[in-house]
C-alpha cells in the first residue's frame, strides 16, 4: 500500500514537470514584435539574435520592425492609450527611457525579477534604466568615448605619436594642441557648437551629475566649472576648430582641417569612410578631468537598450528572447556579440564578449594596427554611471546655448555660464 502511494506521487510529481516546466515551456511560441531605428546598426544585431534563438526555440519568430521617425511618439501614444498597438520589445536611446519609466509607472517588465544577471553588464548603463530594486531594460551598445587624433599631424609636428597613447589630463592635452598647432597651423580639435557633447563627456568622466537626487540642476559642480574652463581656455588658444553641425563637424575632422576630436566608439564607421586616412588615426582614453576625486579616462556618449512592455501581446517569449540571446554566456550569444562588432561596429556592453575575435584583433585602418575596439571595451568597464532625467534635453539645450554664449564672448566665466543655463532651464522647464 505504502508503495503504491509513493509511485502514485511520483507520477503526479513527474506530470507536473511536464506540464509546469520542462526546457521549452509550451507557451514560448509565436511571434515576437520589436521596434528599433537604423536597419543596418540596430536592425541588424537584432536580426542576428533572432537568429540565435531560432536554434534554441524554432518555435517563436521575431519580427523587426524598422521606425526611423519618431518612435518615442509611436510609443508614447500606445502607453497613452493603454498599450494598444504596442510591440513586444522597443529600443531606447538611454537618455530618454527615465521619462518614461516615470511617466508610465509599470509599463516595463521587471528583468531582474525575470532572472537576468545585472553583473554581467558594464555597469554605468544600469542607472537609467534602474528604479528601486526593479531593473528593466536588456543594456545594447556603447557609447565609450576616447580622444582620436591624427598620427601623422603629430609627426608633421616634430612629434612622436607613441609618446601620446596613455591616459593624459585635459591640461596636457591643451599642451599638446599648441604644439601642434604652432608648428602646423592647423587646430586640434573639431569642435559641433550645436551639441554638447563635448561636455557631457567631460563632466560624465568625473562621475559628476548634472541633476541632483532631487531631480534639480547642478551646474555648479567642481567638475562641470573646470570643464567648462578647460572649454574657454581651448577657445582662446585657438585650439578648437568650431563647426556648426553633423555634417560639418565630420567634414572638418575627416578633411583634415582639425587634428582630432573627442568622440564616441560609433564614429569608426564615418572615419573609415576615407580610406585615404588609412594609418593616420590613433585614439587614446578620454583625457581627465584634473581635481575632481573620483575622475576616470572613460566615459561615454551615447547607446540605446531594449525593454519589454508589461502588455506585451508575446510577453513570455519576448523575456526568454533577450534573457537567451543577449544574456547569457553561451558560445553562440558570446559569437553573435562578436558578429555585430565586425558586421555593423556594434559594440555590446556584455562584459563576457570582450574575448571575442574581433575585439581583440589589430585594425590596419588605425595608426601601427591599433586593436581599438579592445581600448574601447577597456575604458567602457571604467564609465560612470550618469543620470538623466525626464529634463535631460531641456537641461543640455540650456547649457549649449550658454556655452556659445562663451565663445561668442557674451559671458566671461564659467559661473556665469552656469548662472545662464539655470536661467534659460527654469524659463523652459519651470523648474530650479
Not at 607613441?162 to 604644439?179: F, H
Not at 563635448?198 to 559642480?221: A, C, H, P, W, Y
Not at 512592455?309 to 526568454?320: E, G, L, S
Not at 565663445?407 to 536661467?423: H, R
Request: with cysteine; glycine share 10%; hydrophobic share 40%.
Amino acid at each position: 500500500m505504502k508503495r503504491s502511494i509513493l509511485w502514485g506521487i511520483a507520477v503526479l510529481a513527474w506530470m507536473t514537470l511536464i506540464n509546469c516546466g520542462g526546457a521549452k515551456p509550451a507557451q514560448v511560441k509565436g511571434k515576437i514584435t520589436v521596434w528599433c531605428w537604423d536597419p543596418n546598426f540596430n536592425g541588424y544585431s537584432m536580426q542576428k539574435a533572432a537568429e540565435v534563438y531560432k536554434k534554441i526555440n524554432p518555435d517563436v519568430t521575431v519580427e523587426i520592425v524598422d521606425i526611423p521617425e519618431n518612435i518615442e511618439g509611436k510609443i508614447e501614444a500606445g502607453l497613452q492609450a493603454g498599450g494598444a498597438g504596442l510591440p513586444d520589445i522597443a529600443l531606447f536611446q538611454d537618455f530618454v527611457i527615465e521619462r518614461f519609466i516615470q511617466n508610465y509607472p509599470g509599463a516595463f517588465v521587471d528583468l531582474k525579477a525575470e532572472g537576468v544577471d545585472y553583473s554581467k553588464f558594464a555597469q554605468y548603463k544600469l542607472g537609467p534604466m534602474t528604479e528601486g530594486d526593479k531593473i528593466y531594460g536588456i543594456p545594447f551598445d556603447t557609447g565609450s568615448t576616447g580622444f582620436f587624433v591624427r598620427a601623422d599631424m603629430l609627426q608633421a609636428a616634430g612629434l612622436n605619436p607613441d609618446d601620446y597613447q596613455k591616459n593624459m589630463t585635459w591640461s596636457e592635452i591643451i599642451e599638446l594642441g599648441e604644439k601642434v598647432k604652432a608648428k602646423i597651423g592647423k587646430p586640434f580639435i573639431a569642435y559641433d557648437t550645436t551639441v554638447f557633447d563635448f561636455l557631457r563627456i567631460m563632466v560624465q568622466s568625473t562621475g559628476t551629475q548634472f541633476f541632483n537626487e532631487d531631480g534639480s540642476v547642478n551646474f555648479t559642480s567642481p567638475a562641470m566649472l573646470k570643464s567648462i574652463e578647460y572649454l574657454k581656455t581651448m577657445h582662446q588658444k585657438g585650439l578648437l576648430y568650431m563647426t556648426e553641425g553633423w555634417n560639418n563637424w565630420i567634414a572638418a575632422f575627416n578633411g583634415g582641417e582639425a587634428a582630432g576630436m573627442l568622440t564616441a566608439i560609433w564614429i569608426i564607421g564615418t572615419l573609415k569612410s576615407q580610406p585615404q586616412n588609412a594609418g593616420k588615426w590613433m585614439v587614446i582614453p578620454t583625457p581627465l578631468v584634473e581635481g575632481v576625486p573620483g575622475a576616470q579616462n572613460a566615459s561615454n556618449n551615447g547607446g540605446s537598450s531594449w525593454y519589454v512592455f508589461t502588455k506585451a501581446p508575446n510577453k513570455v517569449a519576448a523575456i526568454d528572447f533577450l534573457k537567451k540571446a543577449w544574456a547569457t554566456e553561451s558560445p553562440e550569444v558570446l559569437e553573435f556579440y562578436n558578429t555585430i562588432l565586425k558586421g555593423a561596429g556594434a559594440m555590446g556592453t556584455f562584459l563576457p564578449s570582450r574575448n571575442g575575435s574581433n575585439y581583440t584583433a589589430p585594425d590596419e585602418f588605425f595608426y601601427k594596427n591599433q586593436a581599438v575596439y579592445k581600448d574601447f571595451a577597456t575604458w567602457m568597464e571604467n564609465v560612470p554611471s550618469l543620470r538623466y532625467t525626464p529634463n535631460y534635453v531641456a537641461m543640455r539645450g540650456a547649457v549649449n546655448n550658454a556655452l556659445n554664449k562663451m565663445f561668442n564672448g557674451q559671458l566671461k566665466t564659467p559661473e556665469e555660464v552656469a548662472k545662464a543655463a539655470l536661467e534659460e532651464y527654469k524659463q523652459v522647464t519651470g523648474n530650479q
